[in-house]
């Protein structure tokens, strides 16, 4: 029998009928409503990111032309004289998404991607609005293609296959086919492929319309390297699937034992696992508390307001080669806040620091229970090439505060002597861009997890393998 009568033989029998048809056309719907759900966040976050700096923009205009028209006319120009400050100064900030955003939400509704840059904010509040999200929506999370890859596509393998071999040995096919020299093993593995073939073609075209027509204004060139490797890696976890499913057939035991075996290893890899491990890491490595990290620096930032004219006093004593303007028609209050802030992001980044570097460090330490399922090596995977993960976000806020901190420097000196910033430095101002990793650190930083994936793979196959060679015909003394 030819491979094309192979397919043809797999749709009329178990494929095509009504049971098989409907859980491949639920799959298929299942991953669209997850394309377009992945989608409309991707677009919902564009959205407000173009609104973030329509916003700033619009008030830097207006900035700009007040500045200039005091430059211009003086005292004449019929505009508030504390116009052109450079502590007035504010910059857009945002993480744009990833050029796969679309195909995983990851932590990118839980964890800031926009802000206004103000030396009037000190760096414990650029970031405090996203705090007050709903937590329920957000602990429930978004579905996208990814979640569906990941938790519907080995559900669906086990439906379709896992009684590969039991349904002949039920039937009492088994030993017919065996005594007409049938070649078990082929037989085994075409259908396997076949039947495996067709949930990835589901996957796959879905995956990769979407690819196509939800490019969000990026380019397919770009989108097309990070395309391919969360190909690769839901190939892979497919095949790691293909192989469980052939590991419990193969030991050629009644359909009802391996669809209990299989259900269960798919809890165990998909939930019981992951939440497990999670319950293990909050107990063993818990989590640095962002309340708690926000009481200290709030309380940092309260102790040091209470004492504004020592620190304004003490600045100048300290600094008396910068001269202040006493003259000046900028109020008095914008240098102290200036100082105060900044002040307030000297002794809070001890605390921000400590707490980046303990979540950088209990990563560190779970990276390793990531293997104990390949479905959060996966779920990992798909996050990380989406540009959805949580170390990104903290890049992103670390990049943030550093580009608040250079500028704190520049406009430092007019500040502090009650001068307005020169509208031609304004213009000479760099405006903040995230700048990201290359697509070779991602592969740096996932080639072991790919690897193991292979390795437990193919391992899985061999053993099924072998275990088919072992099955005898009825002629033998330990028939099937």
């Known amino acids: 029998m030819t491979f094309s009568h192979m397919i043809s033989h797999e749709w ?116 405090s609005k996203y705090e007050f999200e709903d937590p329920v929506a957000l602990a429930l999370g978004g579905i996208d293609i990814g979640k569906v890859v990941l938790l519907v596509l080995p559900l669906l393998l086990i439906v379709l296959s896992f009684d590969i071999l039991s349904a002949e040995r039920d039937t009492k096919r088994l ?127 309260n102790e040091t307001r209470l004492q504004e004219a020592d620190i304004a006093n003490q600045f100048i004593i300290d600094h008396p080669e910068m001269l202040v303007n006493e003259s000046s028609e900028i109020p008095a209050f914008v240098r102290t806040a200036f100082l105060v802030n900044s002040t307030v992001d000297e002794a809070t980044k001890p605390l921000l620091d400590a707490f980046e570097a303990e979540a950088q460090r209990r990563d560190a330490s779970l990276a390793w229970m990531r293997f104990l399922s390949p479905a959060i090596i996966t779920h990992a995977l798909f996050n990380d090439v989406a540009g959805t993960d949580s170390a990104r976000h903290r890049r992103y806020m670390q990049a943030a505060r550093d580009f608040k901190s250079a500028y704190r420097e520049k406009a430092g000196p007019y500040v502090v002597a009650g001068q307005r910033l020169p509208t031609e430095e304004f213009a000479a101002l760099p405006t903040f861009k995230f700048e990201e990793e290359g697509f070779d650190s991602l592969l740096r930083r996932h080639w072991g997890a790919l690897a193991f994936l292979i390795i437990v793979a193919a391992l899985l196959l061999l053993v099924a393998d072998r275990r088919l060679k072992n099955i005898k015909g009825p002629n033998d003394e330990d028939s099937g």
């Open 12 to 127: 009329k029998t178990r494929l095509g009928r009504p049971a098989g048809l409907v859980s491949l056309l639920f799959f298929a719907a299942l991953l669209v409503f997850g394309a377009v759900s992945g989608r409309m966040e991707r677009d919902t976050r564009l959205e407000a990111i173009a609104t973030h700096h329509e916003q700033i923009a619009s008030a830097m205009d207006n900035w700009l032309k007040n500045a200039r028209l005091l430059e211009e006319k003086g005292s004449e120009a019929g505009v508030p004289p504390w116009s052109g400050s450079a502590l007035d100064v504010t910059f857009s900030s945002a993480l744009p998404p990833g050029p796969l955003g679309d195909f995983a939400i990851g932590q990118s509704d839980i964890l800031p991607s926009l802000g206004g840059l103000s030396l009037w904010s000190p760096d414990v509040r650029l970031f």
């Open 175 to 301: 030993g017919l086919t065996l005594a007409q020299g049938a070649p078990l093993r082929a037989l085994f593995w075409r259908r396997l492929l076949i039947r495996g073939l067709f949930v990835l073609s589901a996957a796959f075209l879905v995956a990769f319309t979407a690819f196509l027509f939800q490019t969000g204004g990026v380019s397919l060139a770009e989108r097309l390297p990070y395309f391919a490797f969360w190909g690769f890696t839901a190939l892979l976890y497919a095949v790691f699937w293909i192989g469980i499913v052939a590991f419990v057939a193969s030991r050629n035991r009644g359909g009802e034992v391996n669809v209990i075996l299989l259900l269960i290893v798919w809890a165990g890899f998909t939930l019981i696992v992951p939440a497990g491990i999670t319950a293990v890491a909050e107990s063993v490595y818990p989590a640095p508390s962002r309340l708690a990290y926000l009481a200290e620096a709030r309380e940092a930032e």
